[in-house]
């Protein structure tokens, strides 16, 4: 019997998962004019994330101050930072900000970039078995040197507050499980829908992209919701026809404009998870902000649409206060 049709991969192990390829997706512009007919002429309603992110936020601190005023305890979220990246220091502004806004407490632990393994994963077991941190995170993209995997696994899934341990998302793939944390950008696509009254339950709906940050956890919150989910990938034949057939479209691929307002259907809701810095000499530092969706032909299609920026992003970071405040009330038994 050959290899090839023996089942087994070249580690002679049987290769019942499959081969574990990196998505490649191929760049986009808009500059060629969609064909596809407008929805009655019409322009899709544009949610607008801040206006929703205020709203969690102002119910995140009525219940944050409540618990203080219960059991003088509150949320805390710790962040572990390893290296100096620009992008990974604004991102975390951003979140320390949010939680002084609605009262959860926030702390920052920074790693030089060429710190070993075990100093990184020391200092998230650390936080970890301090009973006043209720939720940790590792900022990611991590240097090179550091594994990942090993990173994400040794966080304690009790405080698991972005919501990528194994167990959470094995819970959330398992009929009758419920996993402690979503991940955050996944929650929100679904709070989006169901904050605006769009019915998911036998729905159509395509997610295009399958990463652990939103393709992969939104595909099954979608399940759950009881719609009739296809995932697109760059292996996907011709995803344009299958992304035409969808009622409701999520895309999270890292290519700016890649959506193509022939791509849908007309009427369709659209969520872009997806924000791409594209150079722009015209702007201030130098590069614009992009989703996957090319917004100027969608718009014109769609019934419902997130913008980039200040769509989906918002309303990320208000479900990361969530839950930590989650994380705390457990902790506390407070109800």
């Known amino acids: 019997m050959s290899q090839k049709n023996s089942g087994f991969g ?81 991102f975390i502004h951003i979140k320390v900000k949010a939680c002084d806004e609605v009262g959860i407490s926030s702390s920052v632990v920074e790693l030089r970039a060429d710190c070993t393994e075990d100093e990184a994963l020391e200092a998230v077991s650390n936080l970890n078995k301090d009973p ?3 939720g940790v995170i590792v ?3 991590l240097p090179q040197h550091l594994d990942e995997k090993k990173m994400m696994d040794v966080i304690d899934p009790e405080k698991d507050v972005d919501g990528f341990h194994p167990l959470n998302v094995g819970c959330l793939a398992m009929k009758g499980r419920e996993p402690l944390f979503v991940p955050c950008a996944a929650k929100s696509c679904i709070d989006v829908l169901l904050r605006f009254g769009i019915e998911i339950a036998g729905k159509n709906a395509v997610v295009i992209g399958r990463s652990k940050i939103v393709g992969l956890p939104v595909s099954l919150l979608l399940q759950r919701h009881q719609a009739t989910v296809s995932v697109v990938h760059p292996f996907t034949k011709k995803p ?31 969520i872009d998870a997806g924000t791409n810095a594209v150079k722009d000499p015209s702007k201030e530092h ?17 019934s419902v649409i997130t913008p980039v920026p200040g769509g989906l992003g918002p309303v990320t970071i208000s479900m990361l206060l969530s839950n930590t405040l989650d994380s705390a009330k457990r902790a506390y038994g407070f109800v």
């Open 10 to 90: 070249k580690s002679g192990s049987l290769n019942h998962l499959g081969f574990d390829l990196p998505d490649v997706w191929p760049s986009a512009t808009c500059s060629q004019p969609s064909t596809t007919p407008q929805s009655d002429g019409a322009s899709a309603e544009i949610i607008d994330g801040h206006s929703i992110a205020a709203i969690i936020k102002s119910q995140i601190a009525d219940e944050v101050k409540r618990m203080k005023d219960t059991v003088g305890k509150q949320p805390c979220l710790a962040i572990v930072l390893v290296g100096e990246r620009d992008d990974s220091h604004s």
């Open 139 to 141: 900022q990611l993209p």
């Open 132 to 134: 006043s941190v209720h």
């Open 240 to 270: 344009q026809e299958i992304t035409r057939e969808a009622d409701i479209v999520i895309t999270d691929v890292g290519v700016p404009n890649m959506i193509r307002g022939n791509w849908l259907k007309p009427g369709a809701v659209v």
């Open 286 to 302: 130098g590069f614009h902000l992009s989703g996957d969706v090319c917004f100027e032909e969608a718009v014109r299609v769609a």
